[in-house]
């Protein structure tokens, strides 16, 4: 998603700011699926489209009640509430006065101006990668589905404790069991939405190839694991160094902030994948493909 898009994307949401409109809406609008566009977004803003449009929407309103006659009622659902309890509670949060004192000289009001982007030179940092090419793959998988408002929340740890479930459950280990010795890397496989759709699928997996043992993958398909399959596709890949998954998070940002702008190179609508290796270089936490091609 190219600086151009993400503007676009800011255009749509005020062109349109008194309608009911979600981020998958937005997406549409700059042809994305929601998946890329939620996490393409929040990563350059620092914020996802929904808390964009919501604290523009409560701006506005706090601006329409000072300077005219608009009740407290008619404004909530003006903005796009359910009822009037549910916007002074919103309303409150963000401004930290009551809709009603809002009314009154003196209030305290915070104002959220509508976001402009500009291209800004920031420092010669090294982002080391590499392009690959994968043909069409297979794993074997413990698929769950999340909501896609999940990504790039710091506060939510859905996906850690899957893994850790996953753990406790021992599928992990019955996973890496299919795979001889020295070949027995974990996949954390994400796969992008279709239009409308609400939640994406993460699987925690083993490549499933020739060195694959297969005397216990009907076992695992019972309990509930499924093959996931990839088209080929071309791949740009990032080595993501830290003891945790911050480091994780840090390269997703810089591939949208550095990588895409300056290379050309645009996350296509494929799966895009960790790989946490069984023997890895020192303070590696895993690498992360992202399949790729150039605009």
Same mark, same amino acid.
């Given at each position: 998603?190219?600086?151009?898009?993400?503007?676009?994307?800011?255009?749509?949401?005020? =062109? $349109?700011?008194?309608?009911?409109?979600?981020?998958?809406?937005?997406?549409?609008?700059? $042809?994305?699926?929601?998946? %890329?566009?939620?996490?393409?977004?929040?990563?350059?803003?620092?914020?996802?489209?929904?808390?964009?449009?919501?604290? !523009?929407?409560?701006?506005?309103?706090?601006?329409?009640?000072?300077?005219? #006659?608009?009740?407290?009622?008619? #404004?909530?659902?003006? @903005?796009?509430? =359910?009822?009037?309890?549910?916007?002074?509670? #919103?309303?409150? !949060?963000?401004?930290?006065?009551?809709?009603?004192? /809002?009314?009154?000289?003196?209030?305290?009001? *915070?104002?959220? %101006?509508?976001?402009?982007?500009?291209?800004?030179?920031?420092?010669? %940092?090294?982002? &080391?990668?590499?392009?690959? $090419?994968?043909?069409?793959?297979?794993?074997?998988?413990?698929?769950?589905?999340?909501?896609?408002?999940?990504? %790039?929340?710091?506060?939510? *740890?859905?996906?850690?404790?899957?893994?850790?479930?996953?753990? /406790? !459950?021992?599928?992990?280990?019955?996973?890496?069991?299919?795979?001889?010795?020295?070949?027995?890397?974990?996949?954390?496989?994400?796969?992008?939405?279709?239009?409308?759709?609400? *939640?994406?699928? @993460?699987?925690?997996?083993?490549?499933?190839?020739?060195?694959?043992?297969?005397?216990?993958?009907?076992?695992?398909? /019972?309990?509930?694991?499924?093959?996931?399959?990839?088209?080929?596709?071309? @791949?740009?890949?990032?080595?993501?160094?830290?003891?945790?998954? &911050?480091?994780?998070?840090?390269? +997703?940002?810089?591939? *949208?902030?550095?990588?895409?702008?300056?290379?050309?190179?645009?996350?296509?609508?494929?799966?895009? @994948? =960790?790989?946490?290796?069984? !023997?890895?270089?020192?303070?590696?936490?895993?690498?992360? +493909?992202?399949?790729?091609?150039?605009?």
């Amino acid at each position: 998603m190219s600086i151009q898009f993400i503007q676009q994307a800011i255009s749509y949401m005020e =062109e $349109h700011i008194y309608e009911d409109i979600h981020y998958t809406d937005i997406a549409k609008s700059v $042809h994305m699926s929601g998946y %890329n566009f939620h996490r393409t977004f929040s990563f350059i803003t620092g914020m996802t489209a929904n808390e964009y449009l919501r604290s !523009r929407r409560l701006t506005l309103a706090a601006q329409e009640l000072q300077t005219t #006659a608009l009740s407290v009622t008619d #404004a909530a659902y003006k @903005y796009g509430y =359910e009822s009037p309890e549910s916007f002074s509670k #919103a309303f409150s !949060r963000f401004h930290g006065s009551t809709p009603k004192q /809002a009314k009154q000289k003196g209030a305290k009001l *915070h104002l959220f %101006n509508p976001l402009v982007i500009k291209i800004t030179l920031e420092g010669g %940092n090294i982002m &080391d990668y590499r392009m690959e $090419h994968r043909g069409q793959q297979q794993f074997i998988a413990i698929v769950r589905a999340f909501p896609i408002e999940i990504i %790039n929340d710091d506060n939510d *740890h859905s996906i850690p404790d899957f893994w850790a479930e996953c753990g /406790a !459950r021992h599928l992990i280990d019955r996973l890496k069991s299919l795979r001889p010795e020295g070949q027995r890397d974990l996949y954390g496989l994400c796969s992008p939405t279709k239009d409308n759709e609400t *939640h994406f699928d @993460y699987g925690i997996g083993i490549i499933y190839d020739k060195d694959t043992d297969v005397t216990g993958l009907d076992g695992l398909l /019972a309990d509930g694991c499924t093959l996931w399959k990839t088209e080929p596709a071309e @791949y740009a890949v990032f080595k993501c160094f830290g003891p945790d998954g &911050d480091c994780l998070g840090e390269t +997703w940002s810089k591939f *949208h902030k550095e990588f895409t702008p300056q290379t050309g190179y645009t996350q296509t609508d494929d799966t895009d @994948y =960790e790989i946490y290796f069984e !023997r890895s270089e020192p303070n590696l936490f895993c690498e992360l +493909w992202v399949p790729v091609q150039k605009q």
